[in-house]
């Protein structure tokens, strides 16, 4: 499991950070942490040029409970969804994945009832006519290849169908890849949550944002 988040990490921030991070979690994060979360959002309405067809050789579908052999993959990329993605599907979440033929190339995972940031352990009702992305994977395979904007279009063409006019999602920063994606989607910052430990005591500070930083 270590060997696998490492890799991950490498993948995700590059060597540097990923020292960093290894340091920061077996030293420091014991006694005191401090997380920042970048907060953007996308208006749907706003959104119908960015919302393009389906590129060439892969097809989209929404993932169900009986969709056993994509949910594996999802479960094996995604440590915190191991065992519940399916009964989150079953209460009416939504999991839209990017296929290559029968392989799936990456999901983006959507909650329509709550915004939900495991790594900072927090949780809040959404209102109605807003969704939340909670996890969006593109496999390492299939990176670089522009999938991981056109997932996001076909799952805010999804959304907005569905009558969402607002679509959020958060990145920790630093997170150039997941900053890049969110931009190129068409999403805009909105502001940041810091989630602070120290030894037993916890808080969060939000602060909004105008602008990119």
Same mark, same amino acid.
């Given at each position: 499991?270590?060997?696998?988040?490492?890799?991950?990490?490498?993948?995700?921030?590059?060597?540097?950070?990923?020292?960093?991070?290894?340091?920061?979690?077996?030293?420091?994060?014991?006694?005191?942490?401090?997380?920042?979360?970048?907060?953007?959002?996308?208006?749907?309405?706003?959104?119908?040029?960015?919302?393009?067809?389906?590129?060439?050789?892969?097809?989209?579908?929404?993932?169900?409970?009986?969709?056993?052999?994509?949910?594996?993959?999802?479960?094996?990329?995604?440590?915190?969804?191991?065992?519940?993605?399916?009964?989150?599907?079953?209460?009416?979440? $939504?999991?839209?994945?990017?296929?290559? @033929?029968?392989?799936? +190339?990456?999901? =983006?995972? /959507?909650?329509? *009832?709550?915004?939900?940031?495991?790594?900072?352990?927090?949780?809040?009702?959404?209102?109605?006519?807003?969704?939340?992305?909670?996890?969006?994977?593109? $496999?390492?395979?299939?990176?670089?290849? @522009?999938?991981?904007? +056109?997932?996001? =279009?076909? /799952?805010?063409? *999804?959304?907005?169908?569905?009558?969402?006019?607002?679509?959020?999602?958060?990145?920790?920063?630093?997170?150039?890849?997941?900053?890049?994606?969110?931009?190129?989607?068409?999403?805009?910052?909105? @502001?940041?949550?810091?989630?602070?430990?120290?030894?037993?005591?916890?808080?969060?500070?939000?602060?909004?944002?105008?602008?990119?930083?």
């Amino acid at each position: 499991m270590i060997f696998r988040r490492i890799r991950r990490n490498l993948e995700d921030y590059g060597l540097g950070i990923t020292c960093r991070k290894c340091l920061t979690y077996g030293l420091i994060h014991p006694i005191y942490r401090r997380t920042t979360c970048l907060v953007y959002r996308s208006k749907l309405s706003l959104q119908s040029e960015l919302m393009a067809p389906e590129p060439g050789t892969f097809s989209f579908r929404s993932l169900e409970p009986f969709n056993e052999k994509a949910l594996a993959v999802v479960e094996q990329q995604t440590e915190w969804l191991r065992g519940n993605l399916s009964h989150r599907l079953a209460q009416g979440g $939504l999991c839209i994945g990017a296929l290559d @033929g029968e392989n799936l +190339a990456g999901f =983006n995972l /959507v909650n329509l *009832e709550t915004l939900r940031i495991p790594l900072i352990n927090l949780e809040r009702p959404l209102r109605k006519g807003r969704a939340w992305s909670e996890q969006i994977t593109i $496999l390492p395979q299939y990176r670089h290849k @522009g999938l991981a904007v +056109a997932l996001r =279009n076909v /799952v805010a063409r *999804e959304l907005h169908d569905r009558g969402i006019e607002f679509f959020y999602g958060a990145a920790v920063v630093p997170n150039p890849a997941s900053v890049r994606l969110a931009r190129s989607a068409g999403f805009d910052p909105v @502001g940041t949550v810091t989630y602070i430990r120290f030894l037993a005591r916890e808080r969060y500070v939000l602060h909004r944002l105008r602008s990119w930083t």
